[in-house]
């Protein structure tokens, strides 16, 4: 018996599983890719970047090479800026990297929700499947249960838990992970951020006029 052939035999359940399973695919498939995306655009800023020494030129491989990195998106907010209030660019970096980061978590959520509710289904198509086999065995009479019909019923029943365990583990493995890499990008932001003010203040205090 094929593997297709035996999640069929669990149940109508097994089809929202088979379902919940393709949304977790693509779910996890397009955060990997867009991770991958962020990270590399990222670390070729940041190279290109520590080259330079001037404003103007880390202005120029900002608007040339920023426009696709969360990171060049909240520098810019820095580099810029047309207020002499600290503070306020230290916010509007910070609301920047917030706001990318919140693009990045698109989906997570709806991750979570099918982590939670598979094994659920699951369940719910065991109870289901146990139900019919016990109704079945009412029906048969004490004298005329069938030994093998009852314990066939009550695994296909249980193939829908088994079934419901897999994409529910699954789904909050790679929850937990792409979590782990959205937190490693938010601390890399929030260094790169400190690092950068300081820079663009030495920049600033080079370039100043001396009295």
Known sequence: MSVLNLALRGGFLMYPLL????AVLAIVVDKYMRLSQI???NNKLRLS???QDKPESIRAVLQMQGQNSP???MLDKL?????NDHELTLKSMESTANLELHKLEKGMGWLSTFAAIAPL??????VIGMVRVFMNIQGQGQNSVDINML?????????TTVGGLIVGIVAIVFYNDIVQNLENIAKDLQNQAVESELKYHAIAHKDAPQP
Do not use: P, V
Not at 19 to 22: D, N
């Open 49 to 51: 970047l520590e080259r």
């Open 79 to 83: 580099y810029n800026t047309q207020s």
């Open 39 to 41: 990270r590399k655009a």
């Open 151 to 159: 314990a066939g019923g009550i695994w296909e029943a249980l193939l």
């Open 19 to 22: 379902l919940i399973s393709i």
């Open 121 to 126: 289904i699951g369940f719910l198509g065991t």
């Open 71 to 73: 990171l060049g998106i």
